[in-house]
T-cell receptor, first 113, second 114 residues
Framework: DTAVSQTPKYLVTQMGNDKSIKCEQNLGHDTMYWYKQDSKKFLKIMFSYNNKELIINETVPNRFSPKSPDKAHLNLHINSLELGDSAVYFC????????????FGPGTRLTVT | AQSVTQPDIHITVSEGASLELRCNYSYGATPYLFWYVQSPGQGLQLLLKYFSGDTLVQGIKGFEAEFKRSQSSFNLRKPSVHWSDAAEYFCAVGATGGYNKLIFGAGTRLAVHP
């Protein structure tokens, strides 16, 4: 029943490792996003995909690579993790042509030690 | 450039009291405006949105917000706060269209005293 789901919910890893976060939406939306929420709760867009095509790519280090195998899935792969990557990562989706409201997943708390 | 300001970082109210959370935005055209709520350890839930029409919009959980173009504001209100409303509240602005990024304010943390 979950509209936007993310796995895992928690991820603890060491510096230098590579990790992935997965996101799936069952709302039939054609646009998906990744946001990063830092320790001060500030939310910032990282990427957006529309129908598997990258449309927004904010100034994010190229260690972060999103991949969209189909329009219901948007994964985030992070190489060579750094301490500053510790944050909560939210996936969201929306439907093109609507008023733009986005539906968010529960978040993945990434802790890099 | 688009931006959102939430002047109040932290607000404390008593249960049953009224609430107003402030939001000011900067955007060149008519914005799409949103309020989201984030309970501890949870994702963001959409409370309400404005994109055209009536400037007073009703949302879920008894919340409402009023769009005032002259003041570039979109303040969130609730007449009587419940203890379960304690959470982080985010105002956001989005460009027109369905696949644009949302620009979020820094959030306002609401605490509710019994």
């Amino acid at each position: 029943d979950t509209a936007v789901s993310q796995t895992p919910k928690y991820l603890v890893t060491q510096m230098g490792n590579d990790k992935s976060i997965k996101c799936e939406q069952n709302l039939g939306h054609d646009t998906m996003y990744w946001y990063k929420q830092d320790s001060k709760k500030f939310l910032k867009i990282m990427f957006s995909y529309n129908n598997k095509e990258l449309i927004i790519n904010e100034t994010v280090p190229n260690r972060f690579s999103p991949k969209s195998p189909d329009k219901a899935h948007l994964n985030l792969h992070i190489n060579s993790l750094e301490l500053g990557d510790s944050a909560v990562y939210f996936c969201a989706s929306s439907q093109e042509g609507t008023s733009g409201e986005q539906y968010f997943g529960p978040g993945t708390r990434l802790t890099v030690t | 450039a688009q931006s959102v300001t939430q002047p109040d970082i932290h607000i404390t109210v008593s249960e049953g009291a009224s609430l107003e959370l402030r939001c000011n935005y900067s955007y060149g055209a008519t914005p799409y405006l949103f309020w989201y709520v984030q309970s501890p350890g949870q994702g963001l839930q959409l409370l309400l949105k404005y994109f055209s029409g009536d400037t007073l919009v009703q949302g879920i959980k008894g919340f409402e917000a009023e769009f005032k173009r002259s003041q570039s504001s979109f303040n969130l209100r609730k007449p009587s706060v419940h203890w379960s409303d304690a959470a982080e509240y985010f105002c956001a602005v989005g460009a027109t269209g369905g696949y644009n990024k949302l620009i979020f304010g820094a959030g306002t943390r609401l605490a509710v005293h019994p």
